[in-house]
């Protein structure tokens, strides 16, 4: 919405990579040939299945922002950011995640000839955010299927449409409905038909991603695949109204036979390389981003120790897109929230909201932006607006090209946030009116390092006040970062109950 590879098949490396040997080619052939879809399901310790968490056992709390949407059309499948772009996303806005487009038909432009040069390029990009403090994750973003119609996302080589015919729209998402376009996501779709290659091309594609990104310091996980149609499987009725048949209809089917098998091998295929990473998966295009219901199955994450498994669905309304207002009567919000809310209890996976947005000059869009963030606290839920690219008055993005300056949808998205809990937080949220943060967490001092709340200079350019109620001062201490806007709570001692950390405005005070 916005809207495994056959063992004999060689790998190539294109452009300025150097050419695999035939064992490795082999070894990645075996990789997906033989991912093991039957693992077991380990379950996560107490509290902790519903956050992603880093390396140290710290619970990140992720805000970001999509880069960006301008990769879809630029000739190398490359975002053209700068030292500047990432100033504005890290700094200006306290953002630590980026969700990062890459594309398949870049990445394997011929079939089994992967582009280590693209992934150079790649790298760059994850190196210039992470050098800033941001986290990545990787995206394998497609829309219409590929270039050809219209859009986005795999090679030119694995569209198997039967010669159904296409007719572009002046709409693109309508082209998702041409019988091209399902063709292709059927035979897509179809992992041990006659075209059973593709499904093995793109296991071995996020191989070779994960190879290449898996010791990256800066590379958080990988969103599987963005907004997967169900081609001949697509609910129009539910997509539109919400209303699905009591039994979820061709939506389940698609969910449950071929959308959650599909995730479980790319899981198994990517385990193979990359034990560490968190794997980000969606929900199918259409209704859940409405607010519908999603009928995934509950996926295996093969590596050693807890999962680290999310569920990354978007959230846009349909009825805001089509008219330009955000009206009272929209329910968009609180029906996504419900359903995301027991699909993840059910998944037993963190969520991530990993695309919303809309046009910011839309009537009703700071009051849309304002419920979204408020619901993300509520659940203390990560997110990635869509998107950086800079826009004009009826543009998505939160700050103009014109200007270099940002646009009203900004101050609404740049708001305090726990970037990193050192302990398990039980509650979040903030009050623009009075300007109050609150944080309610278990501390655990045996997690190395700090707290960190980000705090905007837009509210707190007079200086805060800072109080911890349930432990007295000595079991805590405070530093504040004014280059990047962070309050640092170190914790010493263990509280007995919960703690509440509050930071006011204070008018005259000096952080």
């Known amino acids: 919405m916005r809207w495994v590879l056959p063992l004999g098949l060689t790998l190539l490396v294109a452009c300025g990579g150097g050419q695999t040997t035939a ?54 499948r490359l975002a053209r950011i700068d030292a500047s772009d990432v100033q504005r996303i890290a700094t200006r806005w306290g953002f630590n995640f980026v969700r990062l487009l890459i594309f398949w038909d870049a990445l394997e432009p011929q079939p089994g000839q992967l582009d280590q040069a693209y992934l150079d390029a ?42 159904e015919p296409f007719e572009q729209s002046s709409q693109w998402f309508a082209n998702y409905y041409q019988p091209a376009v399902m063709r ?10 006659p075209h059973a290659d593709l499904q093995q091309h793109y296991a071995a594609a996020w191989v070779a991603v994960a190879k290449r990104f898996r010791d990256h310091p800066g590379v958080l996980g990988y969103d ?16 539109v109204t919400r209303q699905s048949p009591e039994d ?72 805001l897109e089509a008219k330009g207002v955000y009206q009272p009567s929209d329910t968009t919000i609180p029906a996504w929230e419900a359903e995301r809310e027991a699909e993840a209890a059910a998944l037993r996976t963190p969520v991530v909201a990993g695309e919303w947005g809309l046009a910011w000059g839309a009537d009703g869009a700071d009051r849309f932006t304002r419920e979204v963030v408020e619901m993300a606290d509520r659940q203390m839920m990560g997110w990635a607006y869509w998107s950086y690219d800079p826009s004009g008055p009826t543009g998505w993005a939160p700050w103009d090209a014109a200007t270099g300056q940002d646009n009203p949808l900004a101050a609404t998205l740049v708001r305090p946030y726990p970037r990193r809990v050192t302990g398990r937080p039980t509650a979040f949220s903030f009050a623009p009116d009075s300007r109050v943060f609150r944080l309610e967490l278990a501390p655990d001092p045996a997690i190395t390092g700090p707290t960190e709340i980000f705090l905007p200079p837009a509210v707190y350019g007079d200086g805060y006040v800072l109080s911890v109620d349930g432990l007295a001062q000595q079991g805590w201490t405070s530093a504040w970062d004014a280059a990047r806007a962070v309050l640092s709570i170190t914790w010493s001692q263990p509280a007995a109950g919960s703690v509440v950390v509050t930071v006011s405005p204070a008018a005259a005070a000096t952080p």
Not at 224 to 239: K, T, Y
Not at 305 to 316: K, M, Q
Request: aromatic residues 10%; hydrophobic residues 40%; negative net charge.
């Open 122 to 163: 790649v790298a760059e990009r994850v190196d210039l955010l992470h050098a800033a403090g941001v986290w990545v994750m990787l995206d394998m973003h497609q829309d219409v299927y590929a270039a050809k119609f219209c859009c986005d996302g795999a090679p030119e080589w694995a569209i198997r449409d039967d010669g």
């Open 248 to 319: 979820g209809g061709p939506s389940r089917q698609f969910d449950e036979e071929l959308l959650g098998p599909f995730y479980q091998r790319l899981i198994d295929a990517i385990r193979a390389v990359d034990r560490d990473g968190w794997l980000f998966f969606e929900s199918r295009y259409g209704a859940p981003g409405n607010g519908s219901p999603s009928y995934l199955p509950r996926l295996s994450d093969p590596r050693p120790g807890a999962p680290r498994l999310v569920y990354a669905p978007h959230l846009y309304s349909v009825l």
């Open 224 to 239: 599987l695949m963005n907004e997967p149609f169900p081609g001949s499987h697509f609910d129009v009725l539910e997509a």
């Open 23 to 76: 064992a490795d080619a082999q070894a990645d052939a075996d990789v997906v040939a033989t991912a093991d879809v039957d693992g077991g399901v380990e379950t996560p310790p107490a509290g902790d299945e519903r956050f992603v968490l880093d390396d140290d056992g710290a619970v990140l709390v992720l805000h970001g922002i999509n880069v960006i949407s301008a990769a879809k059309s630029d000739p190398e």
């Open 184 to 193: 292709a996501f059927d035979n897509f779709w179809a992992h041990d038909g």
